[in-house]
């Protein structure tokens, strides 16, 4: 039987990506997934084994920077979800090149093989409100929306912004049918303990202090990776080619704040933070305006009331120690090799 749609996902590997490629197999039973992952430091089979022997799915090692084989891939694909990207910010700061590399040539590269294999009829680009800049903290009626100015901070920002407007060139220019999500912070299972979340729980879990930074009052927007999952699939099935769609779970916390959450939800007391130095040009808030995805194709976001989501996923964590003890003793291993 032939699919109604193959959806090609990049960086299917990846938290996000993982979490999207089980998504769509549930909710879309007449799809097939092809998941091209080059399997970095942040990608792992192991969040996909439940469906890898799934007839629909298939897994494709591979590089979007590698023409040929990105070319290869894509054949047979008429729709493309583009998650891969180098995604963390203090990871920029310390080396920016993979940054430029993978999320601006790697997706110019990823455009010119679905141009050069044709047939692509929708291209999703993932990408996140850190383009917008950052909000004061002192006016919190103050949100991103789809119209506010591209005021990128970080090496990663930058790199992400410049993989939007290289995407949305592609539609200007050569009528090519993307559309892009921006969205805010994603949280739940299998995601890499390096990112606040699962770094915190797991840390704390082995009765480790957890690394605060500076006054802990920047502000982030809190967001269900499924909720997230469920707008790029609405946005794939109902969003007009050339828009830019803002994704949010209108859930703003501060990591102070969400830090104390999460050891209330452990049982742990606060001697448990560890105050560290300040990222370098740490935006203070980001809070979106997600007005337009709800209003023009009907998304709500359901699963990211707290502190529910929240202690749902502090369970997930404790209860797949498997999953994330081999990860966290190889970041351990690199550090000292490093
Ligand atoms: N995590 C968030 O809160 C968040 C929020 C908004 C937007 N985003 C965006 O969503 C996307 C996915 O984020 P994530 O948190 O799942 O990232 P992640 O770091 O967990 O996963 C990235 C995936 O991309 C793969 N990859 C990296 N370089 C590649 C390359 N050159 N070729 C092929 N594959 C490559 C990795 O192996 C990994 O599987 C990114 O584009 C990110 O910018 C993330």
């Known amino acids: 039987m032939r699919s109604e749609r193959t959806v090609l996902v990049t960086g299917g590997a990846g938290f996000i990506g993982s979490n999207f490629v089980r998504f769509v197999l549930r909710e879309r039973s007449e799809w097939s997934v092809v998941n091209y992952d080059a399997l970095t430091y942040a990608g792992n089979l192991e969040n996909l084994r439940d469906v890898e022997n799934d007839p629909r799915y298939l897994f494709i090692h591979g590089d979007i920077r590698d023409r ?11 729709t493309v979800v583009h998650f891969a ?28 093989a679905c141009r050069a294999v044709g047939g692509i009829d929708r291209f999703v680009h993932i990408g996140t409100d850190e383009v917008y800049g950052e909000l004061p903290l002192d006016d919190p009626s103050a949100l991103f929306t789809e119209q506010t100015p591209l005021q ?97 779970g209108n859930n703003e916390r501060s990591n102070l704040e969400l830090t104390h959450s999460i050891l209330e939800l452990l049982d742990c ?10 990222r370098l040009g740490h935006d203070r808030r980001y809070a979106i305006d ?9 998304w ?35 550090a000292k090799a490093g």
Not at 68 to 78: E, H, N, S, T, Y
Not at 170 to 175: A, P, Q, V
Not at 184 to 192: A, D, E, I, K, T
Not at 269 to 278: C, K, R, S, T
């Open 68 to 78: 040929d084989a990105m070319i290869d891939a894509l054949r047979g694909c008429d």
């Open 85 to 112: 990207a180098e995604s963390h910010v203090d990871r920029s700061i310390t080396d920016s090149s993979p940054f430029i590399s993978t999320n601006v040539t790697g997706t110019q590269v990823l455009l010119d």
């Open 152 to 248: 990128p901070n970080s090496p990663y920002s930058v790199s992400k912004t410049a993989s939007d407007m290289l995407v949305l060139a592609y539609h200007h220019t050569y009528d090519f049918p993307v559309v892009v999500t921006r969205c805010s912070n994603n949280f739940g299972p299998y995601q890499f303990p390096e990112k606040v979340i699962p770094l915190f729980v797991t840390n704390l879990i082995d009765g480790v202090k957890v690394p605060l930074y500076g006054d802990g009052q920047n502000v982030r927007d809190w967001l269900h990776v499924l909720d997230h999952c469920e707008a790029i699939l609405t946005v794939l099935e109902g969003g007009k080619a050339g828009e830019v769609y803002n994704v949010g």
């Open 269 to 278: 007391g606060h001697e448990m933070i560890q105050p560290v130095p300040d």
């Open 290 to 298: 997600a007005s337009k995805i709800k209003r023009e194709l009907g």
């Open 300 to 334: 709500q976001p359901t699963r990211s009331a707290w502190p529910g989501a929240l202690q749902q996923t502090i369970e997930w964590y404790r209860a797949n120690e498997s999953w994330w003890r081999p990860l966290k003793e190889g970041q351990a291993v690199a």
